[in-house]
């Protein structure tokens, strides 16, 4: 199943998220810590935030030096995607925690604007 830009549930956003978090961590050759990513798909409120302004942050900030263009367009992305939420969940229940698993593969499967 393709990306659903229009699915905005809380769950599907979130792992749409953390799967763009993963993505820009990817591009300088990083992985994000299991514990981090088993934490955001259970609260999101806790994990999604740190993650950003942490490992995400410096990822993008050492792509933004050999590709300006490219992090400002995945920047937007996800601002586009946060903005879909009236806030980050503080937890997720079971159902929600399998949109989130559906979010956050079909957003690996279907990359960045980089």
Do not use: W
């Amino acid at each position: 199943m393709p990306l659903n830009d229009s699915r905005s549930t809380p769950g599907y956003v979130c792992g749409r998220i953390t799967a763009a978090y993963e993505l820009i961590v990817a591009q300088v050759g990083q992985e994000l810590s299991l514990n981090d990513l088993n934490l955001s798909a259970t609260h999101p409120l806790y994990a999604i935030p740190r993650l950003r302004a942490g490992q995400v942050c410096r990822a993008l900030a050492r792509t933004r030096k050999l590709n300006p263009d490219g992090v400002a367009r995945v920047e937007a992305y996800i601002a586009d995607l946060v903005a879909m939420l009236d806030r980050f969940p503080e937890r997720l229940d079971l159902e929600q925690r399998a949109e989130y698993v559906l979010g956050e593969a079909h957003q690996k499967v279907a990359g960045l604007p980089f």
